[in-house]
């Protein structure tokens, strides 16, 4: 029996076995190469999962049964796997003459949950498959499951991974010898398929952690938002580095740390545009009002846009952004790049600056001063989570005497509640049952009331229910 629960806003995820297992894989194959119309030409890479290369042949016998042409690109980062959307097709295997790029890529990933889950990442003619689509992908998935698969996994062995590491090393070639030692860590994940050959041909100083893919990630869990997970990078860049990197299991999220600060994404939004001249910037409902702010000083166009990776690419199409940012390190470059989150790409743009003299510490240093929270998880159901958001807005239209005084409510993805000295955030996760909360404040101790206050609310819209 398959279930809908893993079709999610922003990808496909689940349980190995239990829920991605070979019938739900290869009709996810079959149904979404029938969505592409047959045919055309499919990129798969996976992630270090010891899972991940099963699904793509069942993923690959699917596709193959819809009549698809499957170019196999191995073990990759997730934006290894994007990259491949903008390779044209001759470059990418001596089996085609064509100058075309491919119909569409599939990433094999769990991201950075836990080893036993794995999901989908999929772009359709450089475009996300995401939200209605993989909705409706699901349903028609679920109505058809009498169908018959036969295994063909045959694929096309293609390298990305070469025609990446030529492009980062020739666009960032003015790094060669850069006099700093960088730490980085890849938490097992699989970020060094490609960082240290581009930091060994740009003759980088590095000390790398955990390098080696190993999909039980033996050592922390990778998710370099969580704090406790960046222990053993700090320790080594208190040691002998001068900056530090961390990257989650796909790589396709980035922390960036100095001796003094570990640099949110938000934060790193003020420091890559000192190298635009008036971008507009694209910043999740999470990322500070200090970011919206000093970017509107220094004359660039900030949006503020829901949260995920999916949202955050269709909007920068949609107005041609330059950057686009979330908290949690999810960084997109348009500037100089396509427009997709790499954190490959981020860390040589951050290093770039460096290099260019610029102080981080500093900058960070200057920025006026708030207090926000982390993200704050508050428990629901899958069932109840949306309904519960709506029972948050009707309660905040009259909300009671003792509740701070509401500038103004944004109501872009979830709500954003604007107060005097600050603002408080909640919001329905897409891929896990909880609301999201997160708040802010020039004033440590209304940070602390605005929590406090809001989570009541909360509290009394779950009674109602």
């Known amino acids: 029996m398959i279930t809908k629960s893993i079709f999610r806003e922003y990808d496909i995820r689940g349980i190995f076995e239990k829920e991605?297992?070979?019938q739900s894989v290869k009709f996810i194959g079959y149904f979404l190469g029938k969505k592409i119309k047959g045919d055309k030409v499919v990129c798969i890479g996976y992630d270090a999962r010891s899972h991940s290369p099963i699904l793509r042949d069942y993923l690959a016998s699917g596709l193959n049964a819809a009549g698809c042409k499957v170019l196999d690109m191995g073990l990759v980062a997730t934006p290894v796997n994007y990259f491949s959307n903008y390779q044209m097709l001759k470059d990418l295997s001596p089996a085609f003459t064509s100058q075309n790029t491919p119909d569409a890529s599939i990433m094999i990933t769990g991201s950075h949950n836990p080893g036993e889950y794995n999901g989908f990442k999929i772009t359709l003619d450089k475009n996300p498959f995401f939200g209605t689509d993989i909705y409706a992908l699901g349903d028609e998935i679920v109505q058809n499951q009498d169908l018959i698969i036969e295994d063909d996994p045959h694929c096309t062995k293609i390298d990305v991974k070469k025609l990446y590491i030529?492009?980062?090393v020739k666009a960032f070639a003015h790094l060669k010898g850069l006099d700093k030692k960088i730490v980085i860590d890849c938490g097992n994940g699989v970020a060094d398929t490609v960082i240290t050959d581009i930091f060994d041909a740009l003759k980088l100083e590095y000390e790398g952690l955990y390098l080696d893919p190993d999909?039980?990630?033996?050592?922390?869990?990778?998710?370099?938002?969580?704090?406790?997970n960046l222990a053993d990078v700090k320790a080594a860049l208190d040691k002998n580095g001068d900056i530090a990197f961390a990257y989650d299991g796909d790589a396709d999220r980035i922390a960036v740390l100095t001796h003094k600060h570990n640099i949110k994404g938000d934060q790193m939004a003020l420091l890559y545009t000192l190298n635009m001249k008036n971008p507009t910037v694209i910043g999740e409902?999470?990322?500070s009002q200090v970011m919206y702010d000093e970017l509107k000083k220094r004359g660039a166009t900030p949006i503020m846009y829901k949260t995920g990776h999916s949202n955050l690419k269709v909007k920068m199409k949609e107005t041609n952004a330059q950057l686009a940012v979330e908290v949690s390190g999810h960084i997109f470059f348009k500037d100089r790049y396509f427009g997709y989150d790499d954190a490959i790409y981020a860390t040589l743009?951050?290093?770039?600056?460096?290099?260019?003299?610029?102080?981080?510490?500093?900058e960070i240093d200057s920025l006026p001063k708030v207090y926000s929270t982390e993200e704050i998880k508050v428990e629901t159901t899958e069932e109840e989570k949306f309904k519960l958001m709506e029972k948050v807005k009707e309660l905040l239209a009259a909300p009671p005497a003792s509740f701070p005084k509401i500038l103004d409510i944004i109501e872009v993805d979830g709500v954003r509640i604007n107060f005097e000295k600050g603002w408080g955030l909640v919001r329905a996760s897409n891929t896990t049952p909880v609301l999201v909360t997160r708040f802010e404040s020039t004033d440590q101790a209304l940070a602390k009331e605005y929590e406090e206050k809001v989570n009541a609310l909360i509290a009394e819209a779950k009674r109602l229910l």
């Not at 743009?349 to 610029?358: H, K, Y």
């Open 166 to 168: 030529d492009y980062m």
């Open 20 to 22: 991605l297992n070979e």
């Open 349 to 362: 743009r951050m290093l770039e600056l460096v290099a260019q003299g610029v102080d981080l510490d500093h």
């Open 215 to 228: 999909g039980t990630f033996p050592n922390h869990h990778p998710d370099p938002s969580v704090e406790k």
């Open 285 to 287: 409902v999470k990322c």
